[in-house]
T-cell receptor, first 114, second 113 residues
Framework: QKEVEQDPGPLSVPEGAIVSLNCTYS??????FMWYRQYSRKGPELLMY????GNKEDGRFTAQVDKSSKYISLFIRDSQPSDSATYLC??????????????FGQGTILTVHP | EADIYQTPRYLVIGTGKKITLECSQT?????MYWYQQDPGMELHLIHY???????EKGDLSSESTVSRIRTEHFPLTLESARPSHTSQYLC????????????FGPGTRLLVL
């Protein structure tokens, strides 16, 4: 079983829709939770990161972490065609020799059509 | 904005050739990483470095090698390329103490014939 599971989609939504992207994980030692956006033929770009549980908002993006359920989400409000990309969740422990070794989900391909 | 560069962006090469993928960053980050990404699959860490003269193997076994002679430069070398090495290779960097925040380069797409 993979440490991080992410539904690969693809997910297709109309412009203006609210998008929910999710990951589950099995390692309870994960403390940092990141969301990356990757456009076609580009490297991943860090969107948001959250430490431990809770919510974090940045413009149209909201990241949620539920450590009790080992479940994280990224919500995109008022989605735009420019949001079309692959979204990757990533996680890391907070210290020790494994700190900074990110474990990635498979990525969810999102298309927002006008 | 992250300043991390990878060259070449695309490389098509024959089996048995030696190749070096270049990665440079101008952010002064101590920690650097190499990931391998196949289409539709997750990124896998193959090498990382804490700083000059430090190199460590990642979670995914790789026949490649790396070196870190300068802080800003972290090249990856394949001594004898094989078709199984065909993949996308992504370089990333982060500041020590902020290792969860990694900045990625644009990647090198390698095709070995």
């Amino acid at each position: 079983q993979k440490e991080v599971e992410q539904d690969p989609g693809p997910l297709s939504v109309p412009e203006g829709a609210i998008v929910s992207l999710n990951c589950t994980y099995s390692n309870s030692a994960f403390q940092y939770f990141m969301w990356y956006r990757q456009y076609s033929r580009k490297g991943p770009e860090l969107l948001m990161y959250t430490y431990s549980s809770g919510n974090k908002e940045d413009g149209r993006f909201t990241a949620q972490v539920d450590k009790s359920s080992k479940y994280i989400s990224l919500f995109i409000r008022d989605s735009q065609p420019s949001d079309s990309a692959t979204y990757l969740c990533a996680m890391s422990v907070a210290g020790g020799t494994s700190y900074g070794k990110l474990t990635f989900g498979q990525g969810t391909i999102l298309t927002v059509h006008p | 904005e992250a300043d991390i560069y990878q060259t070449p962006r695309y490389l098509v090469i024959g089996t048995g050739k030696k190749i070096t993928l270049e990665c440079s960053q101008t952010m002064g980050h101590d920690k650097m990483y190499w990931y391998q990404q196949d289409p539709g699959m997750e990124l896998h860490l193959i090498h990382y470095s804490y700083g000059v003269n430090s190199t460590e193997k990642g979670d995914l076994s790789s026949e490649s090698t790396v070196s870190r002679i300068r802080t800003e430069h972290f090249p990856l070398t394949l001594e004898s390329a094989r078709p199984s090495h065909t993949s996308q290779y992504l370089c990333a960097s982060s500041a020590l103490g902020r290792q969860e925040t990694q900045y990625f380069g644009p990647g090198t797409r390698l095709l070995v014939l």
